[in-house]
């Protein structure tokens, strides 16, 4: 399974765009790249997904480039809501089952 | 839509005690279910993957005694934790995958275990 780098730590101001920088040099041919969110003691919330390219969705941007080795994730706007920890993930199938193995994730904070 | 739940969102026992938590997917059926365990200011860690109807498959490092996983249908799976000891205080999340070409995994608010 491919590993994922990512910066440990940003911070920015509300209003702010951020970008969110994920290294995955190992990343195999079938391996999406999906990124979550996570508030303290909950669960990881779904962010956004892609292959290749740049995905949009109401939240978030993706940037992957055409070598795939890293992407990036683009929030708009920024608020203090936005405070949390984000992690880039990729995965593929092995023995049928697709699963993902966590990183450190990038702790998020947002200053007003 | 694609809704996960998980019971209880906390629990204290005493140490020596099984519990047992239980992961439900909503709204769809789930193929595969993912457990993962979260220490303070640490990510996730996988802990097993179960295929419904099937044994679950540990990761490595992980007591397939200790932690006994079952997933009898599509949508429920338990994680049980066998004589709970102090150490074994942390934060359990599930997820649920749809089947199919989908690849997005989604989480349960998870559960916070806490030994005595």
């Known amino acids: 399974l491919a590993k994922t780098t990512q910066p440990i730590s940003m911070d920015s101001y509300e209003g702010q765009e951020v970008n969110i920088t994920c290294s995955h040099n190992?990343?195999?041919?079938?391996?999406?790249i999906t990124w979550y969110q996570q508030f303290p003691s909950q669960g990881p919330r779904f962010i956004i997904q892609?292959?290749?390219t740049k995905v949009t969705n109401e939240v978030a941007s993706l940037f992957i480039p055409a070598d795939r080795k890293s992407s990036t994730l683009s929030l708009p706007r920024v608020s203090l809501s936005d405070t949390a920890v984000y992690y880039c993930?990729?995965?593929?199938?092995?023995?049928?089952?697709?699963?993902?193995?966590f990183g450190t994730g990038t702790r998020l904070k947002v200053l007003a | 839509g694609a809704v996960v739940s998980q019971h209880p969102s906390w629990v204290i026992c005493k140490s020596g005690t099984s519990v047992k938590i239980e992961c439900r997917s909503l709204?769809?059926?789930?193929?595969?279910m993912f457990w993962y365990r979260q220490f303070p200011k640490q990510s996730l860690m996988l802990m097993a993957t179960?295929?419904?109807?099937?044994?679950?498959?540990?990761e490595q490092g992980v007591e397939k005694d200790k932690f006994l996983i079952n997933h009898a249908s599509l949508t429920l799976s338990t994680l049980t934790v066998t004589s709970a000891h102090p150490e074994d205080s942390s934060f359990y999340i599930c997820?649920?995958?749809?089947?199919?070409?989908?690849?997005?995994?989604?989480f349960g608010p998870g559960t916070r275990l806490t030994v005595t």
């Open positions: 997820s649920a995958r749809i089947g199919g070409g989908v690849y997005e995994q989604y």
């Open positions: 190992n990343i195999a041919t079938n391996d999406y």
């Open positions: 892609g292959y290749k």
């Open positions: 993930l990729v995965g593929a199938s092995t023995s049928g089952t697709y699963k993902y193995i």
């Open positions: 709204d769809f059926q789930a193929t595969t």
């Open positions: 179960s295929n419904e109807g099937s044994k679950a498959t540990y």
